[in-house]
């Protein structure tokens, strides 16, 4: 079982930028492939950024490449989202999740077993 703890959420205007972090518990964090969702009001969740267990591979939404990293830190448990040059549209409750099988990155949904609470990103213009 993983148990996932996101933080970091807040207001920032356009051109800002924030972290989020996403602490998790658990031994099989290390081996997990982690991905990065979000969910803006009234619209399905959708993928934001991917890594695999090791640091190695990560993988972007056109709509954040170039703006958003992600990384983690095993030793520390806990996987991060730097966000630059944050945008209206980006504003969304973002989710962290932990896939319970796979150590290779995804960018869909239905691959992760394990989710966070969300934390809410705002974004004014």
């Known amino acids: 079982q993983v148990q996932l703890v996101e933080s970091g959420g807040g207001l920032v205007q356009a051109g800002g930028s924030l972290r989020l972090s996403c602490a998790a518990s658990?031994?099989?964090?290390?081996?997990?492939?982690m991905g990065w969702f979000r969910q803006a009001p009234g619209k399905e969740r959708e993928f934001v950024a991917t890594?695999?267990?090791?640091?190695?591979?990560?993988y972007y939404a056109d709509s954040v490449k170039g703006r958003f990293t992600i990384s983690r830190d095993n030793a520390k448990n806990t996987v991060y989202l730097q966000m630059n040059s944050l945008k209206p549209e980006d504003t969304a409750v973002y989710y962290c999740?932990?896939?319970?099988?796979?150590?290779?990155?995804?960018?869909?949904?239905?691959?992760?077993?394990?989710w966070g609470q969300g934390t809410q990103v705002t974004v004014s213009s």
């Open positions: 999740a932990a896939r319970r099988y796979s150590g290779s990155s995804s960018s869909r949904v239905d691959a992760y077993e394990y």
């Open positions: 890594i695999n267990w090791s640091g190695g591979s990560t």
């Open positions: 658990g031994r099989t964090f290390s081996s997990a492939g």
